[in-house]
């Protein structure tokens, strides 16, 4: 692929996922349509999704991101529903979808569809994430589905590695692939603990941001090739890197935290906008090899892979979620008995890249020189999956939670264990203001201690008025017209600068230093909205 139709997916894909955040459709939705669309318009090239690529560079990046944003302790006490799903899922997910395209598909042998099985078990860590943070999900639904989509493509690539294997001639069986699977899952384990300590002792000591931002683009890379270096799993190497770092990222200095934050974010969004729109482009490639089948007969396999994906995903989930109930005081005295919860996290499995990625990654011959049975078939198949999964769980998952009245996140329960939160931490930064100052050696004029003091009132007090009233005019609380006047007022400094650096008073390289000076304080005085 040349740099023009790359510059043109990239930017095309980054301005449907920006146009959709002013939309009620979850992004991914609307660009796997675009995708969709765009594939068959005149004159545009043939994207070929190349697990080459796909695996190695784009897969690790995301999983980072994903990880990094997750968090060790909520997963940690989820650990049991998260590899039920992430472990025990999949597994079952292959053999229930591999047995049913085995009596589907005439002539399909059941290696091969164990192999399909194996392709399309796995969830999306993008798509689950990008969905459950736009209907606001409950948080241990969204903890669990997080967690299962971070862990299970190891499994899934791991099984499939196995049915390959038999479905090639290679000989596999069911001892060596346990034994595989249980290699891979500990290597990687092993591999990120073994990885994690040295990063992490390089970041607490670099000072220098850039060379910090530098080594932590280059982490999941590292990880991934590590841990497939030795025949691990290179997801979990970097899943366990990156939700290790994650959780001690406070110890790191406080520039690399601001740039790492925003230099991810827009990786993420690259990424992800381009992951979707490949997989709606994907359609010319996969239809162009299906010419041995009818269209109704390949339509009619495609419903039926879609059903047994969907309902296999129903008949794991709710003895999971209640068996452990039913053997265990303790699970049901700390856990809600409710059908509502595994639901939604029975209908929450939109499938992704990755399933296409391994799809495409099926050998086109087998040993002695056969060509593999159904290859087009299975790329089909997958196809249909994802794009069904996409589309019809993830535009019916919204209405789907308003309608079942799940209870969403609880704001002003948030607010205030924030601000009892921002509470301590103040009353234990004044206690520490004064044992400073009862030090001659950093003696203050008065001015100036009751500066910071000011500085540490308006953080405790900050969250509390979000709490407070609310103006009738405008509809701001106390906070919301503080922040927005604070933003005028920096606005107007900032016209002065530009007005003195284009009358010569100033020069490029000071106007820079004072806008910067701008920039950290509107930084502070603004919190994201997200």
Known sequence: MTILPLLLLVAGSAAVAGAARRTPV??????VAAGLAVSYLPGVPEYTLDPEVVL??????????AAGDSSYLDLRAQLRPVALLSVGYVLFATLAVGWAAYLIVPGLPLTAALVLGAVVAPPDAVAATAVARRVGLPSRITTILQGESLVNDATAITAYKVALAAAVGEGATWAGGVREFLLAAVGGVVVGLLLMMPIHWLRTRMREALLQNTLSLLIPFAAYGVA??????????????????????WQVDFATRLQEEAVWRMVAFLLESAVFALIGLQLPVVLKGLGEYEGTEAASYAVAVFLVVVVSRFVWVYP??????????????REEATWKGPFVIGWAGMRGVVSLAIAFSVPRAVHGGGAFPHRNLILFLTFTTVIGTLVVQGLSLPPLIRLLRLPGRDAQ????????AQAQASRAAERRLDELLGDERNALPPPLADRLRAVLERRRNAVWERLGSVNPVTGETVDDTYRRLSREMIGAER??????????????????TLLRRLDLEEAAAYREAA
């Open 320 to 333: 999971a979620a209640f068996l452990p109930r039913l053997l265990s005081a303790r699970i049901r005295e």
């Open 495 to 512: 016209e002065v600068f530009v007005t003195l650096r284009d009358h010569r008073y100033i020069d490029d390289e000071m106007l820079r």
């Open 26 to 31: 979850p992004a991914p939705l609307l660009l």
């Open 56 to 65: 190695p560079l784009v897969l690790p990046p995301l999983l980072y991101t």
């Open 413 to 420: 329960a948030e607010t205030l264990a924030e601000a009892n």
């Open 228 to 249: 497939e270096w030795v025949h691990a799993s290179g997801v979990l190497a970097v899943v366990v890197v990156a939700l290790c770092l994650g959780h001690r990222n």
